[in-house]
Nanobody, 123 residues
């Protein structure tokens, strides 16, 4: 059973960098052909995809956040990290890490999720 767990500060000041780590257990982040993503949900709004890092270590980002986002990984710890710079109160959200997989039928979806962590941007 794959498990994901987010960790990081719950409060970040405006203009600073938000940094969250996802620790994966029950599977490895280098296994073909899984992608490891970050998704957030602002209060009262829907889910927003932030980006993901592939099993090969290539990262892809939501174009609207790309200039402020970096996703990296530490394969020795089986972890991957989100950094979102120059945050504003609009970045306040519950942040999730999740695994993206593709079924044999070609369907793509996020099948395992962390429990989510609340991040508030406030001075």
């Amino acid at each position: 059973q794959v498990q994901l767990q987010e960790s990081g500060p719950g409060l970040v000041k405006p203009s600073q960098t938000l940094s969250l780590t996802c620790t994966v257990s029950g599977g490895t982040i280098t296994t073909n052909y899984y992608y490891w993503g970050w998704i957030r949900q602002p209060p009262g709004k829907g889910l927003e995809w932030i980006g993901y890092i592939t099993y090969m270590g290539n990262a892809y980002y939501n174009p609207s956040l790309k200039s402020r986002t970096s996703i990296s990984r530490d394969t020795s710890k089986n972890q991957y990290t989100l950094q979102l710079s120059y945050v504003t109160p609009e970045d306040t959200a519950v942040y999730y890490c999740a695994r993206r997989s593709t079924s044999r039928a070609g369907r793509v979806g996020y099948d395992y999720w962390g429990q989510g962590t609340q991040v508030t941007v406030s001075s």
